[in-house]
């Protein structure tokens, strides 16, 4: 059931994911990952340890209880927070899917209290409007499930900037994700079997994952200076422009010069 709180609608606010960000997977007590499986990007757990016994493929760094992972946890708990106060308007409240398929615009969608928010054979669609900077943040108070969960990006949007606030424990079965899953709530798991996830995991509990396929693109992205969100089409434009502006002067001169020698 989705209902709209307001005719002004509240417009998402990105969090800074600070030291997390460069992470595609991180863990607080224990991160396993059971094979068959890939993740690609860095793994990052502290006080607990990188379990993996079966060969699960990481195409990253696992950083085990290090100053990097020690760090990113505490940035975790700090953008949870700063993403909360700065969500506080909602675009709407979202109870559960309103269809077996369903369309979501930008903007800030709540679910408040138990037992939180359920996804079963639910194909969810998230339309930027051809606005690649477009942002969506999901407050779930208490847990995330999903199963048969499909998350689809439709006109310019990004998972990079989906951004899904879950106070309790998130659990995906078969599910085809998008997005950046904070699980910053004091007992915030991550648990997943099968499918696919492009985005981020980022739990202040365990993170337990039976045949993953992570794919930590937005976490790659902000270890080359990404700032971590994909939002950097404003600056390519900006920098494109400054350059088609040297290239106008420059032909103004080489006129000049023309002229000079006539």
């Not at 417009?11 to 992470?23: D, I, K, N, V």
């Not at 993996?52 to 990481?58: F, S």
């Not at 999903?146 to 606030?165: I, K, R």
């Not at 202040?204 to 994952?209: D, H, I, K, R």
Request: charged share 10%; net charge negative.
């Amino acid at each position: 059931m989705l209902s709209t709180g307001s005719l002004c609608w509240a417009q998402a606010t990105a969090p800074s994911l600070g030291t997390a960000a460069t992470f595609a997977v991180l863990g607080s007590s224990n991160v396993t990952c059971t094979a068959p499986g890939v993740i690609s990007g860095d793994v990052g757990v502290s006080p607990g340890v990188f379990t993996n016994t079966t060969g699960c493929l990481v195409v990253g760094t696992v950083h085990q209880g290090d100053p990097a992972a020690t760090n990113a946890l505490t940035g975790l708990k700090t953008a949870y927070q700063n993403a909360l106060v700065a969500n506080s308007s909602c675009t709407s409240s979202l109870a559960a899917a309103p269809g077996a398929s369903f369309t979501l615009g930008p903007g800030v969608y709540c679910n408040t209290g138990a037992p939180g928010l359920t996804f079963t054979t639910i194909t969810l669609t998230l339309d930027a409007g051809g606005n690649a900077n477009a942002v969506w943040v999901f407050k779930i108070d208490a847990g995330l499930t999903g199963t048969g969960f499909q998350v689809v990006m439709a006109n310019g949007g990004q998972p990079c900037n989906v951004f899904w606030l879950v106070g309790a424990d998130s659990t995906l079965t078969t599910s085809t994700f998008q997005g950046n899953i904070l699980a910053g709530g004091p007992t915030g798991s991550f648990t997943s079997t099968g499918g696919t996830l492009i985005g981020r995991v980022l739990a202040n509990g365990a993170v337990t994952m039976t045949g993953p396929n992570i794919h930590g693109t937005c976490a790659i992205a902000a270890q080359g200076g990404g700032g971590g969100t994909g939002c950097d089409a404003d600056d390519n434009d900006e920098h494109h422009h400054d350059k088609d502006k040297d290239k106008d002067r420059d032909h103004d001169k080489d006129k000049d010069k023309d002229k000079d020698h006539n």
